[in-house]
């Protein structure tokens, strides 16, 4: 009898709480960024992924190649950008975060192997990520002035620049270089532009 007074009891004070008590609470914003960067850090892609909505949006200020609209939109385009992250081993440290609201703003510090093998310790950059519902909706990434002046250095002279019926600024050419790495340009956006025509062609 005290048995089932007791559970009794209980069953009455569960259903008096409110559904929130019920239930953990919902990770903070800057819990859930700090978990997509340590898994993005260990290298899996999957895991990051999973840290974002379906249709989350990634932006690059400025684009990190010419031509390119700096713009990944939903997992499969994020994606192809990680994996050339991963490969290129790059290593993202946040620090001086805010966060109000569902915004999570950060120092992006970002440094690789063969970043540093062309004299670039490390990029530096603005992280501005909204989060919602445990999940980041989307993030904005604007290189600091001190960055692009790091960037603009190793820019080669304009004899050398390319010409496609136009010239191409001696300060933004090197980011499609370097920003992320070697390899994580060119493995990410390649597999991109691969992503986006096989969507066109079915």
């Not at 978990?35 to 990051?48: I, Q, R, T």
Request: charged share 15%.
């Amino acid at each position: 009898m005290k048995t089932r007074l007791i559970a009794i009891t209980t069953l009455v004070l569960m259903l008096a709480l409110p559904p929130v008590a019920l239930y953990a609470q919902e990770a903070s914003p800057m819990t859930v960024v700090n978990a997509w960067v340590a898994a993005l850090n260990a290298g899996d892609v999957e895991a990051a992924l999973s840290y974002l909505a379906d249709n989350a949006v990634l932006t690059f200020v400025p684009p990190s190649m010419p031509g390119d609209d700096g713009i990944f939109t939903g997992k499969e385009e994020i994606r192809a950008w990680y994996q050339g992250l991963v490969a290129a081993k790059g290593v993202t440290t946040l620090s001086d975060c805010q966060v109000k609201g569902e915004q999570v703003t950060c120092l992006d510090t970002y440094a690789d192997a063969g970043l540093q093998g062309m004299g670039v310790d490390f990029l530096e950059a603005e992280l501005v990520a909204t989060v919602r519902g445990g999940k980041i909706q989307g993030y904005t990434v604007t290189m600091t002035p001190e960055t692009l002046a790091k960037l603009a250095k190793l820019a080669p002279p304009p004899e050398t620049l390319p010409k496609s019926g136009g010239t191409t600024p001696a300060a933004t050419w090197p980011l499609w270089l370097v920003v992320g790495g070697l390899l994580a340009v060119t493995l990410g956006l390649g597999l991109r532009r691969v992503s986006r025509q096989q969507g066109q062609s079915k």
